[in-house]
């Protein structure tokens, strides 16, 4: 019982705090705004900071910022050998995902983090009725969601939107100046 006892107190613990971040400030915050899909992913291990996955992503279309041919997202988590390190709110890419990515430089190599992690990340997805590439909202004040912010479960508003849609709300998230609320769309 001491040695059980002697073990749970030497125990490395962690915890992590999620604070909410409003959209305007993901946009704000990305030096990177791109739209790509995933052509590799790899996992390595990094010399005291454990094992992280780059994915190798094809850019399609650049909303903010400068980026030529590929860039190289790099989250934390991966599998090198028989390690696996995994970090609860991680995200996780797939080869052949498209997505739209809110990207900051990484400080020590020539790839890019995600904003917030899984708040830099947009899953593109086939819409289940017509298969069209739709992306799941933000939450907007005044736009997608109710002009107080709170997005509710079922709100019939909160519908899919076409990529052209996001990236036009991107824009206009870019376009108007921190302070002023942004525009409503007209219906």
Do not use: C, W
């Amino acid at each position: 019982m001491a040695a059980v006892l002697i073990a749970l107190a030497s125990a490395v613990t962690s915890a992590h705090v999620v604070l909410p971040t409003e959209f305007r400030a993901v946009v704000s915050d990305a030096v990177l705004i791109v739209r790509g899909h995933v052509t590799d992913v790899r996992s390595a291990a990094m010399p005291g900071a454990g094992i992280d996955s780059i994915a190798t992503v094809a850019v399609e279309s650049v909303i903010k910022g400068h980026a030529d041919g590929f860039v190289y997202v790099r989250v934390p988590g991966g599998t090198v050998g028989n390690t696996r390190s995994i970090m609860v709110g991680a995200p996780t890419f797939r080869t052949g995902q498209r997505l739209e990515l809110f990207l900051r430089p990484n400080a020590t190599d020539a790839t890019y983090r995600p904003i917030g992690l899984t708040l830099g990340i947009y899953p593109i997805r086939p819409e289940a009725r017509t298969n069209r590439p739709v992306i799941d909202p933000p939450v907007v004040p005044g736009r997608t969601a109710a002009a107080g912010g709170a997005a509710e479960r079922g709100d019939r508003s909160r519908t899919a939107m076409s990529i052209s849609e996001f990236e036009s709300l991107v824009r206009l998230i870019m376009a108007t100046p921190s302070g002023q609320a942004i525009p409503r769309r007209d219906r």
